[in-house]
């Protein structure tokens, strides 16, 4: 059964999930959402290895903070402070989408630490031409249904209140293109809390902004450990971006 704990790093502290027995594996989702939508993925590691997953600063059960403090440099940061807190000398990393993205950068700055990195469905996209081709893929998988429901949500007192419901509803919405059966939105669970709507938003576009920032790619050839990258056959997310990473 999972445990779960709080881990005070510095100033913030860090709700974790840990679970299972073997070498540890640290999960990392989209920075913004918290672990609950990737537990069915800790349940499955977990037959393995012990598997530990966390709400980023901003998000969950963690600290909320302020908006300046929700930065790339925190949650690297704070990655690394759970991997010490725990007494993990070498960790391996799986990232999904842009927690793939935090998860290469810590592995090219802590190279020492990093055992192994598996970057699932890792994006946006850094050139600005498979960003165009990501957006168009993205808002072209929309149904009326899709448009009408963000619509009504976007407008919606509970959504302009920060409401956790009103916002999961809508990201739930917002992100359907990747889904290819849809009777999968059903089990997706984003567990959303009043930390997770106050930031969700825009929390994306400044995480890719601080990405940009540190070169990542130049930072990717730096990565030491065993890497796999993991692209789907129906992934939005141009092949090409994968295909570089892997490559770096």
Known sequence: NPTESVLALGQVEIHVASQGSGSPVIVLGGPWFGLQYLRPLHFELAAVFHVIGYDPRGSGRSSELVEDAITLEGHLADLDGIRREMGFGEINILGHSMGALVAMLYAAKHTAETRSLVLVHPGPPFDAELQEALHKAFMSGHTAEDRSKLEELASSPQFADGD?????????????????????????????????????????????????????????????????????????????????????
């Open 164 to 248: 956790p419901k009103a916002m999961e509803d809508y990201f739930r919405t917002l992100y359907s293109p990747f889904i290819t059966d849809r009777k999968n939105l059903e089990k997706l669970d984003f567990g959303f809390t009043g930390t997770t709507a106050k930031y969700a938003p825009e929390a994306e576009e400044r995480l890719l902004e601080q990405v940009l920032l540190m070169d990542p790619i130049s930072l990717a050839r730096k990565i030491a450990c065993p890497t796999l990258v993991i692209h789907a056959q129906y992934d939005l997310i141009p092949e090409e971006f994968s295909q570089l990473l892997a490559k770096s």
